[in-house]
């Protein structure tokens, strides 16, 4: 896999199509890694996208971050990543005596050249990263793609409030130190009957990350993103149910929801074909010709 440095360490990514095609720039969900995106990227490369899936610190060959990052700690990670990928250092050039013209810049995208500017595709976890780049950068993108987004906090519902009281009454129960077996055995059957499993396949720092993440609600963001959007979602989402995608359609300006009858979270993976071909109708018309 390739590999550049960011923040002092390796990053690993994946990448399909070619260089100087438009970039579009893949942040995967929670708990996989760029592996599982390797169908959509070829998809979109076999239609004129440069696709590059960035390992997120924590998943697939990049290390966990030093601390439990926050999803703004993320969007500065993804931002530095863009800019090595997307605009590379370029090797200076020596003029001749008497030359003042400049030289001349390479710029990747070339069907898109025209602005320099990246798609940014986000899944799941990763559509949290893609909302608070947009609303905070965005000069850098013509396009913003979000693929059953996470973002939008849900009711405190009986059944987490029911968990929550449950998780915290175990705590004391079991606290002994003879009882911590047990204890830990309750915790997981807990997480189950919440319906959070992503916090009890976690580990080490990825548990903070993933609470900093939850905790976080995305929606009064929604009304700041001005880039053309269009939202992808599945009926039967039960990780970001298609109600979210309809709150995000109401809320961000020059959003288009394209919507997926019978199908779940894993749209990457169940359907690229189908993701593909909107994404590449979508790109056609928002682009000047």
């Not at 998809?43 to 390992?55: K, S, T």
């Not at 965005?138 to 973002?151: N, V």
């Not at 997480?191 to 609470?211: C, E, F, P, T």
């Amino acid at each position: 896999m390739p590999e550049i440095l960011i923040q002092n360490r390796s990053a690993y990514y994946r990448e399909w199509g070619r260089g100087e095609d438009p970039t579009i720039i893949v942040l995967h969900g929670w708990g996989a890694d760029s592996s599982q995106y390797e169908r959509l990227g070829q998809m979109l490369a076999h239609n004129g996208f440069y696709v590059v899936v960035p390992d997120l610190p924590g998943w697939g060959e990049t290390a966990a971050p030093q601390k439990a990052w926050s999803i703004s700690d993320y969007v500065e990670w993804v931002r530095e990543f863009v800019q090595q990928i997307h605009n590379p250092p370029q090797p200076s050039l020596t003029l001749r005596e008497g030359d003042r013209s400049e030289p001349p810049l390479r710029v990747r995208g070339g069907r898109g050249s025209y602005d320099n500017k990246i798609i940014l595709f986000g899944h799941s976890f990763g559509g949290r990263i893609a909302i608070k780049y947009a609303a905070k950068y965005p000069s850098e993108l013509r396009a913003l793609i979000l693929c059953a987004a996470a973002g939008i906090k849900p009711p405190l519902t009986l059944k987490r409030v029911a968990f929550y009281c449950a998780a915290k009454i175990g705590r004391i129960i079991f606290k002994p130190p003879g009882l911590s077996f047990a204890g830990e055995i309750l915790r997981k059957i807990l997480y189950r009957v919440a319906g959070v499993n992503d916090y009890l396949r976690a580990s080490g720092i990825m548990k903070g990350v993933l609470h900093k993440a939850v905790k976080e609600d995305l929606k009064p963001v929604l009304h700041k993103i001005k880039t053309p959007t269009l939202l992808l979602w599945g009926t039967e989402d039960r990780a970001t149910p298609y109600k979210d995608g309809q709150t995000m359609a109401r809320l961000i300006p020059n959003a288009k929801l394209v919507t997926f009858k019978g199908e779940r979270h894993n749209l990457p993976k169940n359907i690229p074909e189908k993701l593909a071909d909107e994404i590449v109708k979508y790109i056609a018309q928002i682009s000047p010709p």
